[in-house]
């Protein structure tokens, strides 16, 4: 099992920019999540998707958009880059979006945008 | 709303000495808490929760959780810490499907 996925893992953007975070994962989990990291404030959801066909705004969903493919593959896509985007992005998922279950995160996605 | 907080950015320990890192949470309702590593250039990766029960919660790689209802803490310890702890941990609470709330993480030191 390679758990969760996120391809790719460096990307530097120009301001105005467009590009798509990819996320896969093989626990046949029902809910999918992205965060965005930055230094001294945790991670913050960005968006969620509870189940394939859903998706519903995080904490900072501004400037950002999702599409839940199928069961396995959530994608995160910027389509202006700005510069207070830049960020690591973790793409999770657990079986159920249900407040006692643990998630399961890729290894990140670290995104400057100049 | 719910919240987490880690009082302390860091913290510095010898190897094989006892370690905690904190965490206080603040949230209507009963809690649901969360304790995740991060290794370098990695995802975070869980070691525990706290669900209902027993307060002292047991997880992986030795470490365990003492849940205290009364100080709002969930408490993050190890008796003995090895150079390999360290790390960057985080605090995390659910209240609400979908919704984790994390800390802004305590970056763990363990010097030989």
């Known amino acids: 099992n390679a758990g969760v996925t996120q391809t790719p893992k460096f990307q530097v953007l120009k301001t105005g920019q467009s590009m798509t975070l990819q996320c896969a994962q093989d626990?046949?989990?029902?809910?999918m999540y992205w965060y965005r990291q930055d230094p001294g404030m945790g991670l913050r959801l960005i968006y969620y998707s509870a189940s394939e066909g859903t998706t519903d705004k995080g904490e900072v969903p501004n400037g950002y958009n999702v599409s839940r493919l199928n069961k396995r593959e959530f994608s995160l896509r910027l389509e202006s880059a700005a510069p207070s985007q830049t960020s690591v992005y973790f793409c999770a998922s657990t079986l159920a979006g249900e407040v006692y279950n643990e998630q399961f995160f890729g290894p990140g996605t670290r995104l400057t945008v100049l | 709303a719910q919240s987490v907080a880690q009082p302390e950015d860091q913290v510095n320990v010898a190897e094989g000495n006892p370690l905690t890192v904190k965490c206080t949470y603040s949230v209507s309702g009963n809690p649901y808490l969360f304790w995740y590593v991060q290794y370098p250039n990695r995802g975070l990766q869980f070691l525990l929760k706290?669900?209902?029960?027993?307060?002292l919660v047991k997880g992986s790689y030795g470490f365990e959780a003492e849940f205290n209802k009364s100080q709002t803490s969930f408490h993050l310890k190890k008796p003995s810490a090895l150079v390999s702890d360290s790390a960057l941990y985080f605090c995390a609470v659910s209240r609400y499907p979908n919704d984790m709330r994390f800390g802004a993480g305590t970056r763990l030191t363990v010097k030989p």
């Open positions: 626990m046949n989990h029902n809910s």
């Open positions: 706290y669900i209902t029960g027993d307060n």
